[in-house]
């Protein structure tokens, strides 16, 4: 099998190696967004339950604390407005939104690349198959070459342009794939991080008497 495809590849021309470039590309992208975006994630039902038990108790520095032990954008956000508790609901908000602000940019980074080096792996794999075309063709219509090798050129111009195809499409559709994959999980985190802190600040307005600034 490796063969077959070691052999498919050096058929298509060095314009598979452009396109191999973008295809290491878009995995390097996918992987380490992969392993950032699920070690960022926490269940977000379970850490609101746990923070509506802390301020209903009054006790917003274990709430605190267990933010800090979290160690994800969420509760880090959290975590910005809960220090704040004994300001006014403004200065709340304005914390949570000052966290939020540092922590989308990473929640975002690097995956709309996926994109891009999905087009830059089709134009590629294009550029490849007009040359294997032009190739081709310019055997056909060769005076100066041996009729006799007319034909051998002739398919291995249309071999190099069908590879250079295929690769592209190939590297174009992993790309295009890994960019769904991880804009529905960053959209999720982004609703999850919306939702959550706008419950923890409604709990934390609605219950100001009862907590309890002691140790904070």
Known sequence: ??????????????????????????????????????????????????????????????????????NAPLARIVQAGLVKVNRPDEEVQAGMDEAALREMPAINRRTGFLALFANLAMLCGLFGTIVGLIRAFGAVGGESIDPSQKARILAEGISEAMNCTAFGLIAAIVALMGFAFLNGKTQGMEDDINEASVRVLNLVVANRQKVNLQGM
């Open 1 to 70: 099998m490796f063969s077959t495809l070691w052999h498919h590849y050096n058929e298509g021309g060095w314009a598979m190696w452009l396109i191999l470039f973008w295809l290491v590309c878009s995995i390097a992208v996918i992987v380490e967004r992969t392993v950032y975006l699920f070690g960022a994630s926490i269940n977000k039902e379970v850490f609101v339950a746990t923070m509506q038990k802390c301020i209903l108790a009054g006790d917003v520095a274990k709430a605190v604390k267990m933010c800090s032990a979290a």
